[in-house]
């Protein structure tokens, strides 16, 4: 991967500073740049793409969507749970009708989001300075990386899509499509009803200046309000309150490098046209060009390190989800429907163990005051310390958990250790539900 990396990074350079200095006059070379930087973020995405296990809080509620059960993380128990909630839909789609992977479906959708961020940044730098589009195009791609690292399978990408795309909506003179993307960039992440806002400023102060019609700040107001009333109607009844969850991967870094690009690109157009030099063949702007597009691929390349620098953090982070993915099976298939599982709030675990499995959680010793589904589903028989492997047997207990648990080891293989936490009056049949499983051997401790 990284051999593929460099290589895709050394026919970027070269041919975007070949061609650069007339990009903005050649369609064609202006399209051979934004594939070029097209295919250099989706190295980047398959390079460093990590999910995180916040992602698989999503996943679960897209799975019992899918599978009929409702937008809940534990059947039976309406809570919100999800800062994302157009993402959310979006990820169960695929599921409820073609019964897709969930989580393959979302790092698909979100690579694809991640793409279309830089084409869009490409067509809005174009509308502030005609041929900046391919620089910001490639100072996109590069940011792209912030997309991908630990942020694979989020709704980040999207969001970022979004408030782009209204951007360009907006500069276009389409206010009611900027309106409705407003209002599904809020659906995304609860913080984009400050970039709604500040769309509705915008339009009301261009319309204060006489330079538009107030019809653009009602029909922006309009569009949003379309798609933001039903959602907060349904929010209320199903959940019994609109929430506003908070985020748990804030978009700002790549979304701020995004508009960065665009800015960077448009004021270095704008700049090489000031100093334009009539002539026999004009050349607009050529000394700008060039120091665009150098800067433009210095930026880029240290992308490049970053990756390379990133691989060993991805590989034990990819290594740490498959993990949990073998955990999670384990406990699927060894115990009963309904078991109540706490998990740690390992949420790739939970995801993992199956939608029949009832997840709690366990913060303090007033524990039905401390987290609800205790009192609801009664406490957990078996909690989970780690969503992975140890390298050695681990016999001690976390102090919440010890006047009602006792320490349970299992060895994978010769050097891989797995400790849970049984309730002790459910201990012997646990163990006879555990054992006896080629993948884990218990080994009592002590």
């Known amino acids: 991967m990284t051999g593929a990396l460099a290589a895709v990074w050394v026919a970027l350079a070269v041919v975007a500073i070949a061609v650069w200095p007339r990009a903005g006059t050649d369609r064609a070379r202006r399209a051979w740049i934004l594939l070029l930087a097209l295919v250099f973020a989706l190295v980047l995405q398959l390079a460093v793409a990590t999910v995180p296990d916040d992602a698989f809080v999503t996943f679960r509620y897209a799975r ?179 929430g506003w969850s908070a985020s748990a991967h804030l978009p700002y870094g790549f979304l701020v490098c995004a508009l960065l690009a665009v800015g960077v690109a448009a004021l270095c157009g704008k700049l090489g046209a000031r100093r334009a030099r009539p002539s026999p063949r004009p050349r607009r702007g050529l000394l700008e060009r060039r120091a665009a597009g150098a800067v433009a691929l210095v930026v880029c390349a240290v992308s490049v390190p970053v990756a390379v620098a990133a691989q060993q953090v991805v590989r034990t982070d990819r290594d740490r989800l498959s993990q949990a993915t073998e955990i999670g099976h384990w406990l699927r298939d060894r115990l009963p429907a309904g078991s109540s599982i706490d998990t740690f709030g390992n949420a790739a675990l939970a995801y993992r163990a199956g939608a029949r499995m009832t997840i709690t959680g366990i913060t303090g010793p007033d524990l039905e005051d401390e987290y609800a589904p205790v009192a609801n589903f009664g406490l957990p028989v078996l909690a989970a310390p780690l969503a992975w492997y140890d390298s050695a047997q681990r016999c001690e207990i976390a102090t919440e958990y010890a006047e009602r648990y006792d320490v349970a080891t299992f060895r994978r293989g010769g050097a891989s250790w797995l400790t849970l936490y049984l309730r002790a009056d459910a201990e012997a049949r646990l163990l006879a539900q555990l054992t006896g499983d080629a993948r884990l051997t218990y080994v009592p401790c002590g």
Do not use: K
């Open 64 to 242: 019992n969507m899918a599978e009929g059960y409702g937008a809940v993380y534990t059947i039976g128990e309406r809570v919100e749970g999800v800062p994302d909630f157009l993402w959310l839909v979006l990820v169960t789609l695929p599921r409820a009708a073609f019964g897709a992977d969930i989580v393959t479906g979302a790092v698909v959708l979100g690579v694809a989001c991640a793409l279309g961020c830089v084409v869009l940044a490409c067509l809005l730098a174009d509308r502030f300075a005609p041929g900046a589009g391919p620089v910001a195009a490639v100072l996109t791609a590069g940011a792209s990386i912030l997309a991908a690292q630990g942020l694979a399978g989020t709704g980040t990408p999207l969001f970022v899509l979004l408030v782009l795309a209204g951007c360009l909506a907006l500069v276009t003179g389409h206010p009611l499509v900027g309106g409705v993307l407003a209002a599904l960039a809020v659906m995304t992440r609860s913080d984009g009803l400050v970039f709604a806002l500040l769309g509705e400023v915008w339009l009301v102060s261009t319309a204060v200046r006489r330079r538009s019609s107030w019809w653009a700040p009602v029909g922006y107001l309009l569009g949003a309000l379309v798609f933001l009333v039903p959602w907060w109607a349904w929010e209320t009844t199903y959940y019994g309150r609109a």
